[in-house]
């Protein structure tokens, strides 16, 4: 290893050290497209060299008091899983901003719509019988969390939609295909299967009465419940899930170069920093 190269090493690792043990709030904010993960970093004081962290790059950097984690979760739930508990192992996260694209479940609504959360399920958990596939039961899946990590989310969620909403009304750069569109709020299901099938849509709108589908938000949710830190989840619905999907998904993405999620994750960051202490005045006697 070269002197250079050594250096860098070094630096990462002292910066990785520092950042985690100073006492300002953390946000981590997972990513799901490279337009996403390109756009925050623009938007942060970068610090240090990104981090390898369970096979994935973490970007580590400030923006108006708040440390961030930045970090690509690629697809598939085991993937998301991954990531998200080595992060919240390593670092001392406050909260998580998931956010990212997902397929249209909801006929009311339409592709560019601004998603957010309200729940989300396994559409893949359950036990396979000669009568067919049997869905676990929520009940069952769901950790047993104290209503106020519940009400934190609730939060979360409630700031994100208005958030978005007003990103919507301002006119802040987004992507033409948001024009036009509105936000909304429901149950997501997500599974380890890219979702281009009306028959599947149908079961899965019918079966948990969903509104939108991805790969990799249920990893998320879980890790963040099994840890009591609270997450808030925000998609862009870039495909109905139908025959047509696989070519929407890529027509939308490769048109997500401003991504309209990136201001929503950054005004949720600056919502929640910590705010500076202000003196009381002197009063002289």
């Not at 981590?28 to 994935?56: C, D, N, T």
């Not at 390593?90 to 560019?112: C, F, M, P, Q, T």
């Not at 025959?243 to 401003?258: D, G, L």
Request: glycine share 8%; net charge positive.
């Amino acid at each position: 290893m070269n002197r250079v190269a050594a250096l860098k090493s070094i630096l990462t690792i002292v910066t990785a050290l520092l950042v985690s043990s100073s006492g300002l709030a953390d946000t981590a904010i997972l990513v799901a497209l490279p337009s996403e993960q390109s756009a925050l970093g623009r938007e942060i004081k970068i610090v240090g060299q990104p981090v390898e962290l369970a096979q994935h790059r973490v970007t580590i950097g400030y923006r108006k008091g708040e440390k961030l984690y930045i970090v690509r979760t690629g697809a598939g739930n085991l993937n998301s899983a991954m990531v998200t508990q080595a992060l919240l192992t390593r670092y001392k996260i406050d909260r998580v901003i998931s956010i990212g694209v997902a397929g249209n479940l909801n006929d009311e609504w339409k592709v560019g719509d601004l998603f957010v959360a309200t729940n989300v399920v396994n559409h893949q958990e359950g036990k396979e019988t000669t009568g067919g596939f049997e869905v676990k039961k929520e009940s069952e899946a769901r950790s047993q969390n104290s209503g106020d990590y519940w009400k934190k989310c609730a939060a979360l969620q409630s700031n994100a939609a208005e958030t978005a909403q007003g990103i919507l009304t301002n006119g802040i750069p987004q992507p033409v295909r948001n024009e036009g569109c509105t936000v909304r709020q429901g149950r997501l299901v997500s599974g380890d299967s890219f979702i281009a099938s009306t028959a599947k849509r149908k079961w899965l709108r019918e079966t948990f009465q969903a509104d939108a589908v991805d790969m990799v938000s249920i990893g998320i949710a879980r890790v963040c419940e099994a840890n009591g830190v609270p997450c808030v989840i925000v998609r862009a619905l870039s495909d109905n899930a139908d025959e047509s999907a696989s070519t929407a998904f890529a027509n939308f993405v490769q048109n997500f170069r401003e991504p309209a999620t990136v201001p929503i994750a950054l005004a949720l960051a600056e919502w929640l920093a910590p705010k500076p202490a202000v003196s009381s005045p002197v009063v002289p006697h």
